[in-house]
């Protein structure tokens, strides 16, 4: 009797298991599906906030700058994990722009981590926009992850109309709240390559310096806002 119950016990076992192994194999292409889409998604709400930033009178410094950047990230949501204070984080992209053909590659994804949301912000989500200002700072964009302050120099941007500033940082950042100026302090942030949604949006393993240097890969789904940055930065 016992053996008899011991004996459907194991089948059962064996049923679930080979049930768990074939939904596996048949969402896997669905799985990968999603990320793709998430990682075109992540690229579409990128265009939305630059082009947003580029229109705002606020930005003034970072539209008539953007011809002499290298380079731009962009992170179109940055959400905060604490109540006022505390780390938090998003996904986004960079561009690169080559100094000779004056055209831009990308994107290539990134993650932002351990930024410290102010007591200005308006909510708990921000856009940020960052010029990538030198060489230095492409360099330290290449490793797998790179500390802002502590690899690369980083300042805010001035926000106003008509701003006017003489800034020396690798990188210069820009951030905004529910349309509003954010007080995000991004020195001691973590910028991470993003393997995984590189991977998905260009299907194969690549790396940022394949995506942005040797363009090696391309994916039309970036053609818009590789337009618009084109436009920009004119």
Known sequence: MK??????IFCAAVSAAIMLSAWTLISAPVLAAADADDAQ??????????????????????????????GVVIYPQVLKAGFIFGGSGGNGVLFLKDKDMKDWSGPAFYTLGSVTFGLQIGGEAAEVVMLVMTQKAVDTLFSNSMKLGADASIAAGPVGAGAKANIVADFISFAR?????????????????????????????????????KRAVSNPGAKGLLDDLQKASK
């Open 3 to 8: 053996s008899g119950k011991a004996g459907k």
């Open 41 to 70: 998604a992540i690229v579409e709400k990128a265009q939305i906030t630059f082009n947003s930033f580029m229109r705002d009178k606020d930005y003034s410094y970072l539209q008539e700058n953007i011809a002499k950047a290298r």
């Open 177 to 213: 709240s529910k349309g509003a100026y954010a007080g995000l302090n991004l020195e001691g942030s973590v910028l991470d390559v993003r393997d995984s949604l590189n991977k998905v949006y260009y299907g194969q393993e690549v790396r940022p310096v394949d995506i942005l240097v």
